[in-house]
């Protein structure tokens, strides 16, 4: 049995470019870029960043453009694969690996926006207007009795 499947989930790092083959199928291609945080053997905390080029085709490219930007969250599911071509300038051969995507989704709508203008704004306090866009669980006061549980 083989499998090839790619789940990955990142920022996006420049805007998405939209392109038409010759037979008219539209084609997106962005490049995301995810993160790892780690300690070392000395405890000492490590980050290091992948960054992936992705290609989506059809109506999902379309949406792909229209919807996001440099910065954006995003979900992709797809296949990896590898092309290769000649390089018509020096003649030799180039190679590219890439995401061919099945699935896109997007990701929380104000992840484009933090990313984009930095750190300052997460740091700043929240004001009324903030906490209306983010969707919130209010929890009831009161303390629950486990007796009141039916099960």
């Given at each position: ?21 010759p ?5 997106c291609?962005?490049?995301?870029a ?11 905390r ?9 290609v ?8 792909v ?22 390089d ?35 740091s ?19 303390d ?8």
């Amino acid at each position: 049995m083989y499998l090839n499947k790619a789940i990955i989930i990142g920022n996006l790092t420049r805007d998405p470019e939209l392109r038409s083959l010759p037979s008219g199928v539209k084609v997106c291609s962005f490049s995301l870029a995810t993160n790892r945080v780690w300690k070392d053997k000395n405890g000492v905390r490590q980050e290091s960043a992948d960054y992936h080029n992705v290609v989506v085709f059809g109506r999902q490219a379309e949406t792909v453009a229209q919807y996001m930007k440099k910065g954006s969250s995003m979900l992709v599911e797809g296949r990896i694969q590898t092309r290769s071509w000649e390089d018509k300038t020096s003649g030799e051969k180039k190679y590219r690996t890439e995401i061919v995507a099945d699935r896109t989704q997007f990701g929380p709508k104000g992840s484009g926006g933090n990313a984009s203008t930095g750190t300052s704004n997460t740091s700043s306090p929240k004001t009324s207007s903030d906490s209306e866009e983010i969707d919130t669980i209010e929890y009831p006061e009161e303390d629950i009795n486990p007796e009141d549980i039916p099960f």
